[in-house]
C-alpha cells in the first residue's frame, strides 16, 4: 500500500499545475490520486531485481534526422491562432513571479 | 588575503551552432524577425511530434572530447515541466538523470575545474515585459517570439572548484576558446549564445563545508559575472559576520544598479517534476559516431598556445589573445607563413603588430579577420626588418593598408616614404660629412658627456639633411659609431 496523498500533495501539485480547485475537489482528488497509486504500487510486489530501468517501452534508440533547415509556417496564420497577438508577437498576460 | 574564501561553481548554456532546431527543421538563426522561425513541433501544436538533430548529438560529442567527459552508454531526454509563456508546451525538453556527457574536467592556468555533466536541451523563447519600466513585476503583459524556442543548447555544469571570481572569468573565457575551437558555436554572448549562471557560496578560508548558496542568473557579459560574483561574495560574508543567514534562493543580476536581487524564495523553489520524454526515444552514442568525432577534433586552445609560445617565442598573453579572438590565430599563422624567409622578420614581428594595430582594427571595425589579407602584414613586417620603413612609419602604413586593402610596398612607394637603409650610401655621405668638418670627430672623442651628445646629434643633423630626412637612423648610428667612437 502506497503513502497517502495528502490535501498538501493535492495543492501542491495543483498549485504547479496551475489549478484552482475547489474545496470538493481537493477532497475528492485525494482519493482518487490515492486509489490510482495504490494500483500503480501492485508493481512493487514483482521482483525486478533483473529488469533495467526503462524510459520508452520501443526497441529503438537513435533515432535522428539530419540537420537541414526548412522554412517555418506563415507568420500570418500562426499567430491567427493565438488569442492576442502585438507586434508580431504572442501577447500573454502579465506574470506573476520570476523566470523559470 | 581576504577574510573569506568564495566558492563558485557556474552552469554555462551555449547555443549550438546547427543550421536548424533540436527538435524541428525550423532555421536556428539569431535576429531573425519575430515568429518567423517557428513550426507545429516548437510552437508545441497537438499531433505534432519532435526528432533530435543528428547534428545536436555530434556537437555534443565533440565537447565530450575537448572537456574530457565521459559518453555513457545510454541517454534519455526529459520533460521538465514548469508554467511559462517562454515555451508554448508548458515543459522544456532537457535531460535529467541520464545527460550525455557526465565527468569531464577543464584546465585554468594549471588547475582542474571539475565538470560535473554537459547536457542536451531546447531553448526558450524570448520574452519582452511590457508595461512601467520594463521589469517582470511592474509589466502588464508580455510579448513573446518563439523563434529561439527548441534551439539546440549545450548546459555545461562545473563543480563547485572556483575560488574567485577572476578565476571564474578565466574558466568562462577558456571554455569559450574551447568551443569555438571544435566548432560548436559562435560564443557570442553579447548575442546570448552563450549565457551562464553563477552558484556563489563563502566561507572562512579552509573549511571543509561550503555555505549556503545562491544561484545568479542573468550574467550575459564577463563583465557582470566578475562585478555580480564579487557583489555577492561581499553581499553574503556580511550577512554572515552580521551574524544572519544566506538564504538558499535565485537572485538576479541588475547590470544598472550593480546589485543582485533576490528572485524567489526557497518555499517557492521549482518543482519541475521531470519524467522521460515519452516522444523521444534513448541516444546511444555508437563507437562509429564517437570515432568519427574524434578524427576530426582540431587542435584545443591549449595545445595551440604551448606551440605559438614554442615555435614562435611569443609571451602567454599574446598567445592567449591570438587564441581567444575568432579568427586571429588563423590569420597571425598565414601572415608568418607568408614572410619571406630572408626578410629578417620574425614570428614575433608579426604578432606584435597582429596584437597592437591589427586587433584595434577589428575592434574598431568589427571586422573579422578572415576578411584582411594577411599577406599585406608580411610585407609589412619584412619592409620593417629590412629598414626600409621605420616601426613609426609602419603604423600609419598599415593602417592605411588595412583601410583600403592595399599593399604596404605600394603605399610607401606613393608615399615616397622610403629609408635609405643602404651601408654603402650611408657610409659615403657619412665620409663626406666628416670631410667637410673634420674637427668635430676629434672634439667628440676628447669632450665629456654634454660634448659628446651635442657634437653626435650634430653629425647625425648633417647626414640626416644630406639624406632629406629619409636616413635609416639606426644604420646611421652604427656607421657613424664605427667612423666616429670606433677608432
Excluded at chain 2, 258 to 270: F, L, N, P, V, Y
Excluded at chain 2, 383 to 401: F, N
Amino acid at each position: 500500500m502506497a503513502e497517502r496523498i495528502t490535501r498538501a500533495d493535492v495543492e501542491h501539485v495543483a498549485q504547479l499545475a496551475r489549478l484552482a480547485l475547489s474545496e470538493e475537489e481537493i477532497v475528492s482528488l485525494s482519493e482518487e490520486l490515492g486509489a490510482i497509486l495504490d494500483y500503480a504500487a501492485q508493481v512493487s510486489a514483482l521482483d525486478t531485481h533483473d529488469v533495467p530501468p526503462t524510459a520508452h517501452p520501443l526497441p529503438l534508440v537513435n533515432v535522428f534526422r539530419p540537420d537541414e533547415a526548412r522554412p517555418g509556417l506563415p507568420r500570418d496564420e500562426v499567430l491567427a491562432a493565438a488569442p492576442s497577438v502585438q507586434d508580431k508577437r504572442f501577447r500573454v498576460p502579465r506574470i506573476l513571479g520570476e523566470e523559470p | 588575503m581576504t577574510a573569506y574564501e568564495t566558492v563558485i561553481g557556474l552552469e554555462v548554456h551555449c547555443e549550438l551552432a546547427t543550421a536548424s532546431k533540436m527538435f524541428c527543421g525550423c532555421p536556428n538563426e539569431f535576429g531573425d524577425e519575430p515568429n518567423t522561425n517557428v513550426c507545429a513541433v516548437c510552437l508545441g501544436l497537438p499531433g505534432s511530434l519532435p526528432v533530435l538533430n543528428a547534428m545536436a548529438v555530434e556537437y555534443a560529442l565533440r565537447v565530450a572530447d575537448a572537456l574530457n567527459l565521459r559518453v555513457p552508454e545510454r541517454s534519455v531526454f526529459s520533460r521538465k515541466n514548469y508554467f511559462y509563456p517562454d515555451m508554448p508546451k508548458n515543459y522544456q525538453t532537457s535531460q535529467y538523470d541520464e545527460p550525455i556527457t557526465i565527468d569531464g574536467w577543464l584546465e585554468i592556468d594549471g588547475v582542474r575545474v571539475g565538470i560535473t555533466r554537459a547536457h542536451l536541451e531546447e531553448d526558450t523563447g524570448k520574452s519582452q515585459h511590457v508595461g512601467v519600466g520594463g521589469r517582470i513585476h511592474d509589466a502588464e503583459f508580455s510579448l513573446v517570439d518563439y523563434n529561439r524556442a527548441g534551439v539546440p543548447l549545450l548546459e555545461i555544469v562545473s563543480e563547485p572548484d572556483i575560488r574567485s571570481a577572476e578565476q571564474a572569468k578565466r574558466y568562462v573565457e577558456e571554455l569559450r576558446a574551447t568551443l569555438l575551437a571544435v566548432g560548436v558555436s559562435d560564443v557570442k554572448m553579447e548575442e546570448g549564445s552563450l549565457r551562464i549562471d553563477a552558484n556563489v557560496s563563502v566561507r572562512t578560508p579552509g573549511s571543509p563545508e561550503f555555505g549556503t548558496r545562491a544561484e545568479i542568473k542573468n550574467l550575459n557579459s564577463l563583465r557582470s559575472l566578475l562585478r555580480a560574483i564579487e557583489y555577492e561574495s561581499d553581499r553574503q560574508w556580511s550577512l554572515t559576520q552580521a551574524g544572519e543567514k544566506v538564504v538558499q534562493e535565485t537572485r538576479h543580476w541588475d547590470e544598472e544598479s550593480g546589485r543582485t536581487i533576490s528572485g524567489r524564495s526557497k518555499e517557492e523553489a521549482h518543482d519541475y517534476r521531470y519524467f522521460p520524454e515519452p516522444d523521444l526515444v534513448p541516444v546511444e552514442p555508437t563507437q562509429e559516431m564517437r570515432e568519427r568525432v574524434r578524427a576530426s577534433m582540431p587542435e584545443l586552445p591549449a595545445a595551440q598556445r604551448a606551440r605559438y609560445i614554442e615555435q614562435w617565442g611569443i609571451g602567454a598573453e599574446d598567445a592567449r589573445v591570438l587564441v581567444d579572438v575568432p579568427g586571429l590565430a588563423a590569420y597571425a599563422e598565414r601572415a608568418v607563413a607568408a614572410l619571406p624567409g630572408d626578410s629578417g622578420g620574425s614570428a614575433k614581428d608579426v604578432v606584435n603588430w597582429v596584437r597592437q594595430e591589427v586587433l584595434a582594427y577589428i575592434n574598431e571595425t568589427g571586422l573579422s579577420p578572415a576578411v584582411l589579407a594577411p599577406e599585406m602584414l608580411a610585407e609589412l613586417v619584412a619592409l620593417v626588418a629590412a629598414g626600409t620603413i621605420s616601426r613609426q612609419q609602419a603604423k600609419d602604413v598599415l593602417a592605411e593598408s588595412l583601410r583600403d586593402e592595399k599593399w604596404p610596398r605600394t603605399i610607401v612607394e606613393e608615399r615616397g616614404i622610403a629609408q635609405v637603409s643602404d651601408e654603402g650610401a650611408i657610409a659615403d655621405v657619412i665620409d663626406r660629412v666628416l670631410a667637410a668638418n673634420p674637427n668635430v670627430a676629434e672634439e667628440y672623442r676628447a669632450g665629456d658627456e654634454a660634448a659628446k651628445k651635442k657634437k653626435w646629434g650634430f653629425l647625425m643633423g648633417q647626414v640626416m639633411r644630406e639624406l632629406k630626412g629619409r636616413g635609416n637612423a639606426q644604420v646611421i648610428n652604427r656607421i657613424l659609431e664605427q667612423r666616429v667612437a670606433g677608432e
